[in-house]
């Protein structure tokens, strides 16, 4: 099976050496994505996890299209949050935004932190085309 990759162009992506999405026949893999300006690295909606999700699912759903794909064809989130019970309810919302026809498996846990203090969610997603 051939392998393609996607990347989002992040300075992140060369310096620590993955790519933003992987896919081998029909599986994707998405990294763990957050709120980061692809440009610049530098985090944007600062306190709110409801922005910050929305972009997060902005910035995945380019790399399933660089791989054929799209947010219909995603089978599982993982969402790793700073602080749930804050936040809970905003991620929430803008995931069920993202996926409401679809309603993939999802797992959102609590983490002690992210690599940028401004961060509040890092989401990873895996879809199969087909």
Do not use: C
């Amino acid at each position: 099976m051939e392998r393609k990759t996607a990347s989002s162009g992040s300075p992140w992506e060369n310096t620590v050496g993955y790519s933003r999405a992987v896919r081998k026949g029909p599986y994707i893999a998405v990294s763990g994505t957050t709120a980061v300006d692809q440009n610049t690295g530098r985090p944007e909606h600062a306190g709110d996890a409801y922005g910050q999700t929305k972009l997060i699912f902005q910035i995945i759903e380019q790399a399933l299209s660089m791989l054929g794909a799209s947010l219909n064809d995603v089978v599982r989130t993982r969402m790793f949050v700073v602080d749930i019970k804050r936040d809970q309810e905003a991620i929430g919302r803008a995931h069920q935004e993202a996926f409401y026809e679809t309603l993939p498996a999802a797992t959102m846990v609590e983490i002690k932190a992210l690599i940028d203090p401004d961060l509040l969610v890092e989401i990873e997603v895996d879809a199969i085309v087909g």
